[in-house]
């Protein structure tokens, strides 16, 4: 990752041109670790997204959509209180390292204009978001640190904001070049990266790599430098100060093979495996924005829906346990016709057996008389024996037929609750899981409680366009595709789901018109996408009018049966990439 200091230096710069004078309208607290600030100049506004996680810890613009809690969190109270309408007087970083400071000119209770400040400490799992009062002192931070968390000093309010130890590094701001490159020269013992990294300021392995490469073509010993490579590391050095100090730098990125951003900085990454698939951001923030906000989100929403999935864990394994078990007695009751032959027989052949035989050799009338050995229990007689066979008839009969019922009622859950999973699997919002937890309510898995009876607005479905400007809707859970594919999509739409795999409801909404072979792609190529089968490459996607689709009474939610149909073999695609 390259976010290190230099990198939140041209982050301060960008930020600072549009935040400097900028008041503060609202305060958000989506998350625990996060905070949004949304600012207004006179022509525009635009959100300031600030994070303390440990995965992806960043202050940038957004232009994402950030579902926030129904009840403000007592932090995001706070900070409301104290900056809520506070203009932004200056953006500055502590040196070249990893902290950036916003200062406030707000008001206090009694009208007083005061100083407030908020620090954002980018520093892996030690990340914070700390808000000062005129006094430096701590009113309150995303993460408190007592006594017990850390030794070097406590983050908890009340006490005075003390900044982290400093590492006592040459900054390519405060020294010159000639400078840097005799300590870096000094350190003998290291590879030239190495050295590089623990002199620079702000430096990350990724850049101190990327340097090292441009110097030895690869990484070396810094005893095995010669002048040559000395001046080639002064003038990269020298490159990278001039770019610091005007602000010139660009957003470079790489992409992996599936088009993610996959590492990133502020100048071309020639020693990354991926540079061959690079490109330029439109701002650092655009770069950061779409680099975090999708993984953040999903490693958000999956700590979020952590029981949930372990509840549908729990249910599957359970089921196809008691599903295993049902196969088996079905199994057993398969010769439950030899045993009403052996009744038959012993109950006609009575006149020549005795009690106190352990088995009898009949002739088999039902097998061309051939003898056939049966057992018998000693202390009954040949009648109880008889009678004991043709009970044991009567059990499997009845057994197979409940058997027959509760296994196909055992598929058909198993079935729904992997239909919950995928849906889980794809959830990336709290109220997209709040949903799921509903249907799961609903459905008798989790048992309801008093506060279950608010009724809160169900999702729309998401919405994309096909390229000739069809709606194309996607269920986001089963309780969507039941209500997007039997109430909301007109009776002529044409509907579409992954062939006997788990997946969203996907509707290609028409209005009376008529849908060209590129829609009908597009949709199927969707339904392919939202399924548990897109990994798979190309996906059999069923598609019929949506009139043709049933649903059988008390079936499960998002369960529909149709008969009329077609099949497409399709590549799945990906909404957000294209």
């Known amino acids: 990752m390259g976010t290190d200091g230099i990198f939140l230096h041209f982050l301060k710069n960008e930020i600072a041109d549009f935040a400097v004078g900028a008041r503060v309208e609202k305060i958000y607290q989506p998350a625990k670790h996060e905070a949004v600030l949304l600012l207004r100049t006179r022509t525009q506004q635009r959100k300031l997204f600030l994070s303390a996680s440990g995965n992806y810890p960043r202050i940038h613009f957004t232009t994402m959509a950030v579902e926030n809690p129904s009840k403000p969190p007592m932090l995001c109270m706070l900070m409301r209180k104290h900056l809520s309408g506070a203009v932004i007087k200056a953006v500055t970083q502590v040196g070249q390292d990893r902290i950036l400071r916003i200062d406030f000119d707000a008001t206090n209770e009694i009208g007083d204009r005061v100083n407030k400040a908020l620090v954002i400490e980018i520093m892996a799992q030690y990340s914070n978001i700390i808000l000062l009062d005129e006094n430096e002192v701590i009113i309150d931070a995303v993460k408190r640190v007592d006594e017990s968390k850390s030794s070097v000093r406590e983050i908890l309010p009340h006490v005075h904001y003390v900044l982290p130890p400093q590492q006592n590094k040459l900054s390519l701001v405060r020294n010159s070049v000639e400078e840097i490159v005799q300590s870096v020269l000094e350190k003998k013992t290291k590879q030239l990266s190495g050295a590089l990294l623990a002199t620079v300021e702000g430096l990350s392995p990724l850049l101190a790599n990327e340097i090292a490469y441009r110097v030895l073509l690869g990484d070396g010993a810094v005893a095995d430098m010669t002048p040559v490579k000395n001046q080639r590391l002064q003038q990269e050095l020298c490159e990278l100060q001039q ?68 509840l549908v864990e729990t249910l599957t394994e359970r089921t196809a346990r008691k599903l295993l078990a049902q196969r088996q007695e079905l199994d057993e009751c398969a010769d439950k016709e030899t045993k009403r032959i052996y009744a038959e027989l012993i109950n006609a052949n009575l006149y020549q057996l005795e009690k106190g035989a352990v088995f009898y050799d009949l002739p088999n009338y039902y097998d061309n008389y051939n003898i056939v050995r049966i057992p018998a229990l000693a202390h009954l007689s040949p009648t109880a024996n008889a009678q004991r066979y043709y009970k044991e008839y009567r059990k499997a009969q009845t057994a197979q037929k409940l058997l027959v019922d509760l296994i196909a009622k055992g598929e058909a859950e198993l079935n729904y609750l992997q239909t919950v999973e995928d849906a889980l699997s794809r959830a990336q919002t709290e109220r997209e899981l709040s949903e799921i937890r509903t249907e799961l309510r609903e459905s008798g898995y989790i048992k309801k409680t008093q506060q279950d009876k608010k009724n809160t607005k169900p999702m729309p479905p998401l919405e994309f366009v096909s390229p000739n400007g069809f709606k194309v809707f996607v269920g986001r859970n089963n309780l969507q595709n039941d209500r997007l594919s039997l109430k909301t999509a007109a009776k002529n739409d044409y509907w579409f789901h992954a062939q006997k795999a788990p997946g969203s409801h996907v509707v290609l909404s028409l209005e009376g018109k008529e849908a060209q072979v590129a829609d009908m792609e597009y949709a199927a190529a969707l339904a392919a996408h939202f399924s548990s089968v897109k990994a798979s490459g190309a996906v059999e996607v069923d598609y019929t009018l949506v009139r043709n689709l049933k649903k059988p009474p008390a079936s499960a939610p998002g369960y529909v049966i149709y008969h009329v149909y077609k099949t497409m073999l399709i590549q799945p695609i990906d909404p957000e990439k294209t």
């Open 243 to 310: 770019m610091v100090c005007n602000g010139s730098a660009k957003p470079w990125f790489c992409r992996d093979a599936e088009g993610q951003i996959a590492e990133y900085s502020y100048m071309p990454l020639t020693h990354h495996h991926l540079r061959s698939d690079s490109a330029c951001a439109e701002s650092f923030s655009d770069l950061l924005d779409a680099y975090s906000f999708g993984k953040e989100r999903y490693f958000r929403a999956k700590a979020k829906a952590a029981d949930l999935f372990k």
